[in-house]
């Protein structure tokens, strides 16, 4: 069936439509519908009886197809390759599960997970999944106060981590970050299972901590426990606009059913194909596509612990591809930024055979269109933008890749999924014509998969999605949609960056730079990075009175969001100025900060309070090095 068909068949009969994709799943009790008009935004297959890891492990074992390759763990950071076979994923996840379940981990308890890209982080979510309990990944790059954030918001009865991570040129002890997070957060694990790394090993501590290698040999494998189709599966956070991250929150069925659907008819994979997604576990890409959706639909999936460039070359990418057969590969832009930045003409790809790739998926961030003609002309295969987030866990626009390919228009994510009626509103709400700029919205109900509700706040889901345009989902996104209903995403209406295709909140930056003792006013805002699309730059208005050294307070608010936030904020750069520009009601004007560092020609917006502030900003961010324009 064509997308246009497909796309048309949805609309007429949502209801039919989900009740047919939810045949690719196994169920203990089927639902009795697929849409439920319940909870603040709806539910889906509410109260079917379901479990992930039946779907996405036990059931290929129990189909013959035991021998099967999951999981490639690929890591240049330590030279190895290894692979899990679904039997043998199958037995070390329900040993794990087994490990929980003893120390009293059941349906509704949740998990907080800090680990690397090692197939032991896949075999921890799925544990998790197997027995009902809920799990929450924390990306290794957020530091310990971040954990602790979490830690209080979800409040879990075991936390599983890594003894460490690796990153090019130092190893990141993951163990002392989470000890320093237990101790900083007020709620407290009963337990937590530590999986030791050769490359460091960690201090255990005693009545607390288990050895996972340990544990899981000395456990009874716990069985798979069948959860309503309106369980979470997982709660993830995401950058909100204030320090208190989001918790979104994924309901099991839905969750199975949009990944059982949206691997086939985008990604065009099934059984026995290999999928790469160049991305991590702590994101909700690897959420989706590292760990449930090519397990759940019986492929191999590759886990990369590496980067695009430096690991050890701009050619690894291609190796990986060459070297596992891999037939889709998705990454983000700004890695393949990356690798165009070492290798412009793309020698290195010429240096392996990649037959078997058939596509490349990006997103993350807009994927520009030179990155995109770079790759086509290097690789000789479709490139996929599609757009996407973590409170939908699956691509709202998309080229479908599985269903047929639709012209590709460059700077566009493609089309509408089905499930997701996407519309572009003014500001009172009311639908713009096709090529005029606004905030895009999805008509309720949002389909399978995506967030029913924030983890314990109800109140702010309402208020962060769907207050403002009652009847949609706001997505915190402003573009346009063109005559052939082509999506275009040009900026968030909010006050989250985009830096590496990671999500950042300015605001909680802003937290922290306001902390300093020094520092009476602050503004964070995104610029434009050539390698990571965009990055923070922190304005700093200091104490009157304080005797300071200006680059000296600077090094320190750097020093504070590396420590507090962590590396993945990449936070380098802050200068001193002497005010902020201001509306005449006090409103910090960022964007038009933001438009001066970037070189843009800034008009004085009219509703400044005084206009001479621009000029300050502009030398100091001159004098920082930035391409202001006069
Ligand atoms: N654990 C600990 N630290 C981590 C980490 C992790 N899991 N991931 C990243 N970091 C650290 C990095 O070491 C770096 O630290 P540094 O400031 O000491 O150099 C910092 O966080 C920023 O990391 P990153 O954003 O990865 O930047 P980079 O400069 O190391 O690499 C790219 C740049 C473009 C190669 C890299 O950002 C990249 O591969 N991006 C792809 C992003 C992606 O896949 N996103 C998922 C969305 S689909
Ligand atoms: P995250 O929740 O971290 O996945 O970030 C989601 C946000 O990233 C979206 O709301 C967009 O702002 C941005 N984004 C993701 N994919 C794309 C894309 N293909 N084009 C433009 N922006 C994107």
């Known amino acids: 069936m064509a997308y246009q068909d497909l796309y048309a068949a949805w609309k007429a009969d949502p209801e039919r439509f989900w009740t047919e994709a939810a045949q690719a799943i196994d169920w203990t009790r089927p639902p009795s519908a697929a849409h439920f008009d319940q909870g603040p935004a709806g539910e889906w297959f509410a109260d079917g009886l379901v479990n992930t890891c039946w779907n996405a492990i036990d059931r290929h074992v129990e189909a013959g197809h035991g021998d099967r390759i999951a999981i490639i763990h690929d890591s240049p950071m330590t030279n190895s390759v290894s692979r899990l076979t679904y039997a ?36 921890a979510m799925l544990a998790c999944a197997r027995i009902g309990a809920i799990h929450s ?7 310990a106060h971040e954990l602790a954030v979490r830690i209080d918001d979800a409040r879990p009865k075991a936390i599983i981590a890594a003894s460490c991570g690796l990153e090019p040129g130092r190893t990141v002890a993951y163990k ?49 426990v069948p959860v309503e189709g309106n369980h979470p599966a997982y709660i993830l956070y995401t950058s909100g606009t204030t320090g208190q991250p989001k918790g979104v929150v994924r309901h099991t069925a839905g969750h199975l059913v949009a990944l059982a659907w949206s691997v086939r008819h985008i990604y065009d994979i099934g059984a026995g194909d290999v999928f790469w997604v ?88 807009r994927a520009d269109p030179d990155t995109i003609t770079w790759t086509e002309d290097r690789l000789k295969v479709p490139v996929i933008d599609h757009w996407w987030q973590t409170e939908t866990g699956w691509a709202i626009a998309a080229n479908p890749l599985g269903v047929g390919l639709l012209p590709i228009k460059k700077g566009s994510p493609s089309l509408p999924m089905p499930g997701y009626d996407v519309q572009v509103l003014d500001e009172a709400g009311h639908p713009v014509p096709p090529g005029t700029l606004g905030a895009i919205a999805i008509k309720l109900p949002l389909p399978p998969g995506t967030l029913p509700t ?47 295709g990671h999500r950042l909140s300015t605001g909680s930056m802003e937290e922290v730079l306001a902390s300093h003792p020094a520092v009476a006013e602050c503004a964070v805002i995104g610029v434009a990075d050539a390698l990571k699309g965009q990055a923070p730059l922190g304005l700093l208005c200091l104490k009157k009175g304080v005797e300071t050294d200006h680059a000296q307070v600077a090094a320190e608010v750097v020093r504070m969001v590396r420590d507090r936030i962590g590396p993945v904020a990449a936070f380098k750069t802050a200068c001193v100025v002497d005010r902020l520009p201001k509306t005449r009601s006090g409103k910090i004007l960022r964007a038009t900060m933001a438009k001066i560092a970037d070189g843009e020609e800034v008009k004085t917006p ?25």
């Open 606 to 630: 009219a509703t400044i309070d005084d206009p001479a502030i621009l000029d300050e900003i502009r030398a100091a961010l001159a004098g920082v090095g930035y391409p202001v324009r006069n």
């Open 454 to 500: 924030l983890w314990n706040a109800e109140a702010r889901f309402r208020k962060s999605y769907l207050d403002h345009f009652p009847g949609y989902y706001e997505t915190g996104d402003a573009g346009y949609i063109d005559d052939d209903g082509y999506v275009y995403i040009m900026a968030r209406t909010d006050d989250v960056i985009n830096v590496a």
């Open 88 to 123: 043998q994923l199958q037995d070390r996840v329900a040993r794990l599960a087994g490990v929980l379940v003893a120390r009293g981990v059941g349906k509704g308890d949740r998990v907080i997970l800090y680990m690397p890209m090692i197939p032991e982080a896949v075999q």
């Open 137 to 143: 990944v924390v990306f290794g790059g957020f530091a």
């Open 278 to 365: 160049a991305s991590d576990v702590g994101w909700v890409v690897g959420h989706s596509y590292i760990v449930y959706g090519p397990l759940v639909a019986g492929a191999t999936t590759v886990v990369f612990e590496g980067k695009p460039v430096g690991t050890p070359d701009a050619g690894t990418f291609w190796r990986v591809i060459a070297d596992h057969g891999v037939k889709s590969f998705f990454t983000a832009p700004t890695a393949i930024r990356a690798v165009k930045r070492d290798d412009p003409s793309g020698a290195m790809v010429g240096q392996y055979d990649l037959s078997s790739l058939k596509a490349v998926f990006l997103a993350g961030e």
């Open 176 to 224: 002392p970050l989470m000890d320093r997070a237990i101790d900083e957060a007020r709620h407290k694990p009963d337990f937590c299972i530590v999986f030791q790394r050769p490359e460091c090993t960690a201090a255990m501590t005693p009545g607390r901590d288990l050895d996972w290698a340990e544990a899981t040999a000395a456990a009874t494998p716990a069985p798979c």
